[in-house]
């Protein structure tokens, strides 16, 4: 190693010189691939979502149109007539499925804290029967 001289600055050895600036290009370059991949990686999932919305269309909801269920308030007042007849709060008793007959009565069958009846009423809301399932 040399001495420096008065006034002339201190250069470290060029192997370390080297060693120094291939550290920092390492450092940018991984950081600088991480973010390239992370950009790519985005872009690609952005151009998928795209991608499906673009080739089916706006998706639409799929309904039911082949079965049919009696009208919410048939439902209800069958749940309240079963809550009678099985002597249960209404609060604990629930419509969980109905169906129309060929004569057009509906079905509703309940579950009453546990236990499930079958409702039939009329179109007008007249309570046919109910029983225990």
Known sequence: ?????????????PDMENRERGKA??????????GCCAVLAIAVLAQGCAGEATSTGAQQPEFRTAVA???????????GE??????????RVLPIASGVEED???TVVVN???T????AIDQ???????EEA
């Open 116 to 119: 499930h009846a079958i409702c």
């Open 69 to 79: 269920t009696a009208p919410a308030d048939l439902q209800l007042a069958c749940a």
């Open 112 to 114: 009453a804290d546990g």
């Open 104 to 106: 057009e009565t509906y």
């Open 25 to 34: 290009m390492s450092q940018i370059s991984t950081s600088t691939v991480a």
């Open 1 to 13: 190693m040399s001495r420096a001289r008065a006034g002339q600055a201190i250069r470290p050895a």
């Open 124 to 130: 007008d809301g007249v309570i046919l029967s109910v």
């Open 82 to 91: 079963v809550a009678e007849v099985f002597e249960v709060s209404e609060a």
